[in-house]
């Protein structure tokens, strides 16, 4: 082994990463613009966010055990599924005039 490679192992063993704290983040969902939907309305994130506690990354990660998801379906929201938010969206709307168009839109969960 050459002296260049075993110094880049050497680096390589001695890298580490380590973890403290995960925070979380909620977002509101509003209509988007997707071009990849083809069917039903495409929803999006806002920028507007809510911030839950810092928390341990042993102590999150002993809270997900057995409900971590693999499948990258389970991410997909189907168009029967956004129609249903929409939906609740639409019934939970105050009817007023003085609402623009955004807090129309805007779906809170």
Same mark, same amino acid.
């Given at each position: ?14 890298? !580490? ?9 909620? *977002? ?13 309305? @495409? ?10 506690? @810092?928390?341990?990354?042993?102590? *999150? ?5 057995? !409900? ?14 956004? !129609? ?11 009817? !007023?005039?003085?609402?623009? @168009? ?8």
């Amino acid at each position: 082994m050459t002296v260049l490679a075993q110094e880049q192992l050497k680096q390589q063993q001695q890298a !580490k990463v380590c973890f403290g704290e995960v925070t979380i983040r909620e *977002y509101d969902m509003i209509l988007g613009i997707n071009p990849a939907v083809k069917l039903g309305a @495409p929803v999006t994130i806002t920028w507007d966010y809510r911030e839950e506690s @810092p928390v341990h990354i042993d102590d *999150y990660e002993r809270s997900r055990m057995g !409900k971590r998801h693999t499948n990258p379906r389970h991410f997909y929201l189907s168009y029967y599924r956004r !129609k249903d938010i929409l939906e609740s969206a639409r019934r939970a709307i105050p009817r !007023k005039n003085s609402t623009t @168009p955004r807090d129309k839109l805007n779906l809170i969960n």
